[in-house]
């Protein structure tokens, strides 16, 4: 008896998680490295790819864009005409009839769907090869292991991808490949939507860029050995008196910044400096011991005596 797609994919699944628990014997992570391994290194990835269907966004939507009082009134309809026809007709069997009816559009819906992950699965190794046909690179990482046997997978696979796919409208599918690092245990997840292949196509060229893209050299910190000094929350977009802002700043530890140290904060963004700077906005900074107003959008820092902008948003650095 053959086996089911679902069930072929709940075994695949299953072999994942034996891989899981086997390979932390087979191989050891490094926090240092990254994600998708050495520049120079193979990747060795899974062959079988499970895609498991997620859910049917168009007919949720068909179905719910209905009302519940039309549902109820057709259905009444069908019960009202075959009793109609045979007024004998026990009411249980009328439930039984539309039950069956539900059941046999269940039946009819997951038969539909058989094999839709299976060939979305081929399709993504395919097109994940068809990158490397069409794309030079100078070293091939992705390279696929296509063994059945779990003690192989155990100790030659170093990455499994799992996938899911929703139906969204006019034939188009949403699909997420999520690539599981096995040795850190960490996880990318790869999205794209529209006709299948369409989804295919986008979900692959992410993965293959992934992993073959050199990986960018850390970027240093511009303002080093600087710590941003914040308002208060309930400060937070509230403009101060600059007269008061050089004494509030000493309060804290800490100065106030100059130009060129806001427009870098702004320029590199809060992750690297931790303040936000809205470019919009009059911020009070220091130049050469004299109390500035600086608006980046309209490249002006003048000084406060000489303009008459008297407030503005204070961040402070303690050095």
């Given at each position: 008896?053959?086996?089911?797609t679902?069930?072929?994919?709940?075994?695949?699944?299953?072999?994942?998680?034996?891989?899981?628990?086997?390979?932390?014997?087979a191989?050891?992570?490094?926090?240092q490295?990254?994600?998708?391994?050495?520049?120079?290194?193979?990747?060795?990835?899974?062959g079988?790819?499970?895609?498991?269907?997620?859910?049917n966004?168009?007919?949720?939507?068909?179905?719910?864009?209905?009302?519940?009082?039309?549902?109820?009134?057709?259905?009444?309809?069908?019960?009202?005409v075959?009793?109609?026809?045979?007024?004998?007709?026990?009411?249980?069997?009328?439930?039984?009839?539309?039950?069956?009816?539900?059941?046999?559009?269940?039946?009819?819906?997951?038969?539909?769907?058989?094999?839709?992950?299976?060939?979305?699965?081929?399709?993504?190794?395919?097109?994940?090869?068809?990158?490397?046909?069409?794309?030079?690179?100078?070293?091939?990482?992705?390279?696929?292991?296509?063994?059945?046997?779990?003690?192989?997978?155990?100790?030659?696979?170093?990455?499994?991808?799992?996938?899911?796919?929703?139906?969204?409208?006019?034939g188009?599918v949403?699909?997420?490949?999520?690539?599981?690092?096995?040795?850190?245990?960490?996880?990318?997840?790869?999205?794209?939507?529209?006709?299948?292949?369409?989804?295919?196509?986008?979900?692959?060229?992410q993965?293959?860029?992934?992993?073959?893209r050199?990986?960018?050299?850390?970027f240093?910190?511009?303002l080093?050995?600087?710590?941003?000094?914040?308002?208060?929350?309930?400060?937070?977009?509230?403009?101060l008196?600059?007269k008061l802002?050089?004494?509030?700043?000493?309060?804290?530890?800490?100065?106030?910044?100059?130009?060129?140290?806001?427009?870098?904060?702004?320029?590199?963004?809060?992750?690297?400096?931790?303040?936000a700077?809205?470019?919009?906005?009059?911020?009070?900074?220091?130049?050469?011991?004299?109390?500035?107003?600086?608006?980046?959008n309209?490249?002006?820092?003048?000084?406060?005596?000489?303009?008459?902008?008297?407030?503005?948003l204070?961040?402070?650095?303690r050095?």
């Amino acid at each position: 008896m053959f086996e089911t797609t679902g069930a072929l994919v709940k075994k695949c699944l299953l072999n994942f998680s034996l891989l899981l628990a086997l390979s932390p014997f087979a191989q050891t992570a490094y926090a240092q490295d990254e994600f998708c391994g050495m520049p120079d290194e193979a990747s060795i990835v899974a062959g079988n790819i499970p895609i498991l269907k997620q859910g049917n966004i168009q007919d949720f939507l068909a179905t719910n864009s209905l009302s519940r009082t039309s549902t109820v009134s057709n259905t009444s309809d069908i019960a009202s005409v075959l009793l109609l026809l045979n007024p004998e007709l026990n009411p249980i069997e009328i439930i039984r009839l539309i039950t069956f009816f539900s059941d046999f559009y269940d039946y009819m819906t997951a038969s539909a769907d058989e094999g839709i992950g299976q060939a979305l699965s081929s399709q993504l190794v395919a097109a994940i090869e068809q990158n490397y046909s069409a794309t030079p690179v100078p070293f091939r990482k992705i390279r696929f292991n296509y063994s059945r046997n779990n003690e192989v997978l155990a100790k030659e696979v170093q990455y499994f991808i799992y996938g899911t796919y929703t139906f969204i409208a006019d034939g188009n599918v949403s699909l997420t490949a999520n690539v599981v690092n096995i040795g850190s245990n960490e996880q990318r997840s790869f999205s794209a939507s529209g006709s299948p292949d369409f989804a295919v196509r986008g979900v692959a060229k992410q993965i293959f860029e992934a992993f073959q893209r050199p990986a960018s050299p850390e970027f240093i910190n511009p303002l080093p050995g600087r710590t941003w000094l914040p308002l208060p929350s309930s400060q937070v977009g509230r403009e101060l008196n600059a007269k008061l802002a050089p004494a509030l700043c000493v309060s804290q530890g800490g100065r106030l910044p100059t130009r060129e140290e806001v427009e870098i904060a702004y320029g590199f963004g809060e992750y690297f400096s931790m303040v936000a700077i809205d470019p919009r906005r009059n911020y009070i900074v220091e130049e050469d011991g004299e109390v500035m107003i600086l608006n980046i959008n309209q490249n002006q820092c003048v000084a406060e005596k000489n303009t008459s902008i008297d407030k503005g948003l204070l961040v402070c650095i303690r050095d």
